[in-house]
């Protein structure tokens, strides 16, 4: 039984709605908690420690992607265009035994000059930042909820096709907290934005600017602009117009990769998920090279956060393998977000 149909009422009859039920008595201790902890750092019975390098982080109020990686990647990008020195610090979850995860592999890919640092402890990584002087703007990554260290900037990304986690936190819902706490966010970013009606788009920013009065409003696509191959190799996207894909990816909303191949024209034959962060294995691999050779298809693609986990060989059971390169394109609101870094 899929987890996002159960909570979100579209599988029905006795045992889906005592499972619900079953989800809501467990939000209560959990929604209770992240509720107390929250007072707690408003009110200053919890502290916050500031660095002495701007920080701006990016997050969100929802379980699954939403988009932050490319977000990090134009921040990344935006700060090194006006010639500052950007780090960049996420918690590292899902790490491999190399210590490193598929976001800092991914954004290692595309920008392999600016520093990356994993750590959990994220104001530990602040000040070794600090004493070693390699960067004079911090991003964190995935950081709304981390609320120990103080930043200048609070960035939140709603998925335009599940803005508010049904309402409900987790487990009931997909929320991580209230969407109240929205009124900590400087900015908040509506992410494939293209996916929704002008209607749609409406209400939501109605509801985000009721809760959130102060903040910068935007609204963002995810735009597919390459292919990349494991070799690095880039290819136009619009080869995938009209050919036979399998898709396979390991992150937390593979519907919205399906989506993305279907907008660049492909006919979507299979598509593979695996868990979020899932680590490849040899036997995965093996088992992927089968089904492509096996398969009517003419091409393998997948996300860049499942390339930089796999092997450097551009095919895959003996057709060509590649992943889609996606970058954040604003549809509206881009003039107010850049100007609120001045």
């Known amino acids: ?16 709605a005592l499972l619900r039920v079953g989800l809501g008595v467990l939000e209560i201790p959990y929604a209770t908690i ?18 002495a390098i701007p920080i701006v982080s990016v997050g ?24 500052r020195k950007p780090g960049i610090i996420s918690r590292g979850y899902g790490k491999a035994k190399n210590g490193v995860n598929d976001e800092f592999l991914e954004l290692a890919f595309r920008f392999p000059r600016v520093p990356h640092r994993q750590d959990p402890n994220r104001v530990a990584a602040a000040e070794e930042f ?31 096709l599940e803005p508010f986690g049904f309402d409900r936190i987790f487990p009931r819902g997909t929320l991580r907290e209230s969407v109240k706490s929205l009124r900590r966010a400087n900015a908040v970013l509506l992410s494939r934005t293209d996916r929704i009606t002008e209607d749609e788009r409406r209400r939501i920013r109605e509801r985000v600017l009721n809760l959130a009065p ?5 609204e963002v696509a995810h735009i597919p602009f390459s292919l990349v191959a494991p070799s690095r190799q880039e290819f136009d996207v619009a080869e995938l117009c009209g050919r036979r ?27 593979i998920s695996f868990p979020d962060h899932h680590r490849f294995t040899a036997d995965d691999q093996a088992r992927l090279a089968e089904f492509a050779a096996k398969s009517d298809v003419d091409i ?35 003039p107010q977000f850049r100007e609120m870094f001045r």
């Open 245 to 271: 894909v399998l898709g396979f990816c390991g992150i937390g909303n593979p519907a919205a990769f399906r989506a993305t191949l279907e907008h660049c024209g492909a006919e979507v034959v299979d598509l």
């Open 1 to 16: 039984m899929d987890f996002r149909e159960l909570i979100g009422g579209k599988h029905h009859g006795l045992a889906a």
């Open 60 to 83: 969100n109020l929802t379980l699954g992607g939403t988009g932050k990686t490319p977000m990090v990647a134009w921040l990344v990008q935006f700060f090194l265009d006006q010639g």
């Open 214 to 218: 102060d903040a910068v409003w935007g």
């Open 300 to 334: 393998s693609v997948c996300t860049m956060k499942d390339l930089v986990k796999l092997g450097e060989s551009d095919a895959l059971g003996g057709k060509p393998f590649r992943a889609v390169a996606v970058r954040i394109r604003f549809l509206e609101g881009e």
């Open 34 to 51: 992240v509720a107390a902890r929250n007072l707690c750092y408003d009110n200053g019975l919890f502290r916050t420690q500031r660095s």
């Open 130 to 160: 600090l004493r070693n002087g390699d960067a004079d703007i911090l991003i964190l990554d995935d950081a709304f909820q981390h609320r120990r260290i103080a930043r200048d900037w609070d960035i939140v990304l709603l998925d335009a």
